[in-house]
């Protein structure tokens, strides 16, 4: 099974097939925001990727252009409730809480 890596809490989690990084964190308690309950609405759960970004299914247009709207937004920047996991990966948390 894939493993998402949460930082800063170093917390690593088991992905299922299909599961967005908002969905492993909620189901193994780790606090990442999600103000708009993962309908790609707010940004609350924005992740910076920080190893294995191309393990992530690739950005489609509504993530894209919410996500401009994110404070500190980069390159490696995503939706945790957009991004699908397909393979291991590392991300930071921006916004921490539940
Ligand atoms: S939880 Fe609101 S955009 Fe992801």
Redesign the pocket.
């Known amino acids: 099974m894939p493993k998402v890596t949460f930082l800063p809490m170093n917390t690593v989690c088991e992905a299922k097939a299909g599961e967005s990084i908002?969905d492993v964190a909620i189901q193994n308690d780790v606090p990442l925001q999600?103000?708009?309950?993962?309908?790609?609405?707010?940004?609350?759960?924005h992740v910076i990727v920080v190893e294995g970004a191309q393990n992530l299914a690739p950005m489609e247009e509504a993530e894209e252009e919410?996500i401009e709207h994110a404070d500190g937004v980069g390159l490696q920047s995503r939706?945790?409730?957009?991004a699908q996991v397909r393979g291991d990966v590392t991300v930071q948390v921006v916004n921490q809480g539940y």
């Open positions: 908002l999600h103000a708009c309950g993962g309908f790609c609405a707010c940004t609350t759960c919410r939706l945790g409730c957009q």
